[in-house]
């Protein structure tokens, strides 16, 4: 069966730090990936998503990145975070046209 | 493009039914059913293509109206575990998802 990894659960990161946050499905091959951000008690926004290895589309043009080194690999990272990128943070694989199965998230706090 | 969803809140007792309506100014591929327990992460509810598809489990079913652009939830009988938050996410051709604001759903015993 398909199960997806995501670490680390919680973080707390003072402002200009970089960040790294992974993702990895197991089970599947070729998933496409996504990798959403939740403001808390707010809805789901969509950061960056996946459909192959080094093949990544960015939806809101932030102080993130993303990156796809492996089929089943995929990484959130910053250079300089921002207190405004504290949040929910979700990476989630899909099948094509298939539903979403999520990671149980990264709650990261800026400070 | 997200998709509007209403009410923004219900609150029931137990036993009693609820719909949530989703809805897109933009054709649609499919609509995602998820629902959010408090500091967790989104489960996976059902997916409805176009064609005017509807689908049920157990005693949660929904339906999708191509032509209207909108979707529908139901809950019937509403249990206790049923609380949480209900996101509908619209597809359109690209395999990416726009979710909406959520629902705020809470069951009273």
């Known amino acids: 069966s398909q199960t997806i990894h995501q670490w680390p659960a919680t973080l707390v990161q003072p402002v200009g730090s970089p960040l790294s946050l992974e993702c990895t499905v197991e089970g599947t091959s070729n998933p496409n990936l996504y990798w959403y951000r939740q403001a808390a008690g707010r809805g789901l926004q969509l950061l960056f998503y996946?459909?192959?290895?080094?093949?990544i589309s960015s939806e809101v043009p932030q102080n993130l990145s993303a990156s796809r080194p492996q089929d089943r690999q995929f990484i959130l990272s910053s250079k300089k975070l921002l207190l405004s990128d504290s949040g929910f943070y979700l990476c989630a694989w899909s099948a094509q046209f298939g539903g979403y199965t999520f990671g149980s998230g990264t709650r990261l706090t800026v400070v | 493009q997200q998709p509007v969803q209403s009410p923004q809140a219900v609150i029931l007792r137990e036993g009693e039914d609820a719909v949530i309506n989703c809805s897109s100014s933009k054709a649609l591929y499919s609509v995602h059913w998820y629902r959010q327990k408090h500091g967790e992460a989104p489960v996976f509810l059902m997916i409805?293509?176009?064609?005017?598809e509807q689908k049920g489990h157990d005693k949660i079913s929904a339906s999708f109206n191509e032509k209207k652009q909108q979707s529908s939830l139901y809950l019937t009988a509403s249990q206790l575990s049923y609380s949480g938050t209900y996101f509908c996410?619209?597809?359109?051709?690209?395999?990416?998802?726009?979710f909406g604001k959520g629902t705020r759903l809470h069951i009273l015993p």
């Open positions: 996946s459909i192959g290895i080094d093949q």
């Open positions: 409805l293509l176009k064609g005017g």
């Open positions: 996410g619209t597809e359109r051709s690209d395999d990416k998802i726009i």
